[in-house]
């Protein structure tokens, strides 16, 4: 695959990303037909919600809380956004066609992407999970260039999200991994969008101005890494145990709205803890992700990986609903 049919993918998501945004998601603006006026909806989209699903997927608690917006309003808005999106049941049958569409996108391993039955899946949580220098961080940067990919090659022909809470991005790793797939690696490096968060409530924020980019281009995958780390730091002590718990939940809440909205993949990275009681992990192992059941109940799919001899990495499914619990 060369640079210059990365370059054409590219040009024709920009022209055809009108077409997909129906496909995937309505605008906020589809408001105005239903009777909501424009400052309103200026209110939503400041507070965060920039699509009709958005607002479909969250309380009226949380809408009722935008500065502006009463409980008559939310409750004219949600009316309204009910008769856009709809949220009642479906025919197993054409979920099931629906789930035939996901995108998988490819690791840039074979058999890494024959353990995951194809790749990355799309719509939902993967979870990489080590200790130190096990390749977690090495996935991601390949992923922010496959995702590139068009379809047909193993991508989705879209830009990357790249939260880093570690400081262990690096876009000059993106280029030799760029180079190996023929692509051009100024044009891989630019569409992929890095920001660096500090504290918890940054990598929050970051999760709605990831929500407003895209709605103005396409993008195939979003990476956090590591999505635990600061929530160490920020809470600590048994004291702020359940306020930790309560924070991390909703940002990993949040993630999974955003992979259900926009219909991409979502990565997050964690690190890992010795079991200090002597007890195990997954079959012997004695480091454990952190997060607990928290983490454990969010993510769709759960990757362990782990140093072997001679620098080798194992990779093993420790969660998927569908996968078997098998490794490489």
Known sequence: M??????????????DYDQQQEETFHSIDLLKEHGINASDISKLRDA??????SVTYSTKKTLVSIKGLSEIKVEKIIDACSKICQMGFTPSNIYLEKRKNLVYLTTGSSELDKLLDGGIESDSITELFGEFRTGKTQICHRLCVTCQFP???????????????EGTFRPEKLKPIAERFGLDPDEVISNVLY?????????????????????????SLLIVGSATNLYRTDYSGRGELNARHLSLAKF????????????????????????VDGSSFDGGNDKKPIGGHIMAHAAQTRLSLRKGLNDNRIYKINYNIILLNTSF
């Open 151 to 165: 379809r047909e090659k193993g991508g989705s022909a879209g830009k990357a999200f790249y939260i880093d809470t």
């Open 2 to 15: 060369k640079s210059k049919e990365l370059q054409k993918n590219t040009e024709e998501n920009d022209i």
């Open 48 to 53: 965060g919600f920039n699509s009709i699903e």
């Open 195 to 219: 920001a660096r968060t500090y504290n918890s409530d940054h990598q929050n924020k970051l999760l709605m101005q990831a929500c407003a980019l895209m709605t103005e281009s396409k993008f």
């Open 252 to 275: 990993l809440r949040n993630l999974q709205k955003i992979a259900d909205e926009h219909q991409i993949a979502v990565v997050i990275t964690n690190q890992v803890i010795a079991s």
